[in-house]
């Protein structure tokens, strides 16, 4: 990475790497921290966070935050060099189902957008990109898939660097090398 204090979107599909290639960008950086939108609402959700836990190791800071992501964000800049948020899709869906309305979420991404404009800490933002697959046959699933796109594009504009991971590879779509 060219520096301190940008902001990095990785988007991808489900299982395209995302979260590799963005803890693959974090390697290099002292204090790091791992911001983690996903509840363990079942067994196999518990595994799978008790198995990403176990990969990162013990350089890595874990703060679990599946709704109050900036003020996370706010928190863990404090202490870290970069931060990885993995992922804004389960952050959005969770915003959902908690109620909260779309003016309310417009107003937590453009917080967001703020919080990764301004320099200091190095902020990596993992996101699926949802915008490529069927139109969904039932309303909240359309108003999310709306949503996540609505929130890619905005975070797109604002980041220094974007990348879609493609079966594993990363694509450079906006900003240089580093």
């Given at each position: 990475?060219?520096?301190?204090g940008?902001?990095?979107?990785?988007?991808?599909?489900?299982?395209?790497?995302?979260?590799?290639?963005a803890?693959?960008?974090?390697?290099?950086?002292?204090?790091k921290?791992?911001?983690?939108?996903?509840?363990?609402?079942?067994?196999?959700?518990?595994?799978?966070?008790?198995?990403?836990?176990?990969?990162?190791?013990?350089?890595?800071?874990?703060?679990?935050?599946?709704?109050?992501?900036?003020?996370?964000l706010?928190?863990?800049?404090?202490?870290?060099?970069?931060?990885?948020?993995?992922?804004?899709?389960?952050?959005?869906?969770n915003?959902?189902?908690?109620?909260?309305?779309?003016?309310?979420?417009?107003?937590?991404?453009?917080?967001?957008?703020?919080?990764?404009?301004?320099?200091?800490?190095?902020?990596?933002?993992?996101?699926?990109?949802?915008?490529q697959?069927?139109?969904?046959?039932?309303?909240?699933?359309?108003?999310?898939?709306?949503?996540?796109?609505?929130?890619?594009?905005?975070?797109?504009?604002?980041?220094?660097?974007?990348?879609?991971?493609?079966?594993?590879?990363?694509?450079?779509?906006?900003?240089?090398?580093?």
């Amino acid at each position: 990475m060219k520096k301190t204090g940008q902001g990095i979107l990785v988007l991808g599909g489900a299982r395209s790497g995302k979260s590799r290639y963005a803890l693959e960008l974090a390697s290099g950086f002292s204090r790091k921290t791992l911001i983690a939108t996903l509840e363990p609402k079942d067994e196999e959700m518990a595994q799978r966070i008790a198995s990403h836990r176990r990969a990162r190791g013990a350089d890595w800071r874990v703060m679990e935050e599946p709704l109050k992501l900036n003020r996370a964000l706010r928190q863990a800049e404090k202490n870290s060099r970069v931060i990885v948020v993995d992922c804004l899709t389960l952050w959005l869906s969770n915003l959902l189902l908690a109620g909260k309305k779309e003016s309310e979420i417009i107003l937590e991404l453009e917080k967001l957008c703020q919080i990764i404009s301004r320099p200091g800490v190095a902020i990596i933002l993992v996101s699926n990109e949802v915008g490529q697959g069927i139109v969904p046959a039932d309303p909240l699933t359309r108003r999310f898939r709306d949503l996540q796109g609505r929130a890619n594009q905005m975070l797109a504009n604002v980041a220094d660097q974007v990348y879609l991971l493609v079966a594993g590879i990363p694509v450079r779509i906006k900003g240089d090398k580093g």
